[in-house]
């Protein structure tokens, strides 16, 4: 692994970086995840949800939260237009979630528990979140799941 010094910053991946002649340019990574609020928890439905919350993420630090109701209902427009690349919820309707696939956002359902961890984990580099699976999670939802993701990039 090559750590390449920039400023206060140390990148130590190739993808964080690209050459500009004999310097360096730096490229944060930026991510913004979604989550449905219900109490300041995880809203039992994405579908209803009235309250998004969409926190930003840049280099593994939370930068920014803001919240958002969904435009006219149409929570996959919503997310689209915030920028959103990650949904986490806790139940979601198959449509909609194939909605939001094709529009480019990863969805990770079955998740339960207050917002701000989950987040704050998510940025951590935790991706599963399986500390949060809500109870009867299993391995088949996974597993159909799974399934579900690689038929979506088969077809893109």
């Known amino acids: 692994m090559q750590v390449i010094s920039h400023g206060s910053a140390a990148i130590d991946t190739v993808d964080q970086a690209f050459f500009v002649g004999t ?61 959103v690349d990650v949904l986490v919820c806790a139940a979601i309707s198959p449509d909609l979630e194939k909605m939001l696939w094709d529009k480019g956002v990863e969805v990770i359902s079955d998740t339960c528990g207050p917002v701000a961890m989950i987040a704050e984990a998510y940025a951590n580099g935790d991706k599963t979140l399986r500390r949060f699976h809500s109870p009867g999670y299993s391995d088949s939802r996974r597993r159909h799941r799974e399934a579900f993701e690689r038929e979506r990039r088969r077809s893109n």
Do not use: C, Q
Request: net charge negative.
């Open 23 to 83: 310097r360096v340019a730096y490229v944060p990574v930026v991510m913004k995840i979604a989550i449905p609020v219900w109490n300041d928890w995880v809203s039992p439905v994405f579908d209803v949800a009235k309250r998004i919350r969409v926190t930003e993420v840049i280099d593994g630090t939370i930068h920014s939260k803001s919240e958002h109701e969904p435009e006219n209902g149409d929570h996959a427009a919503t997310l689209s237009n915030l920028g």
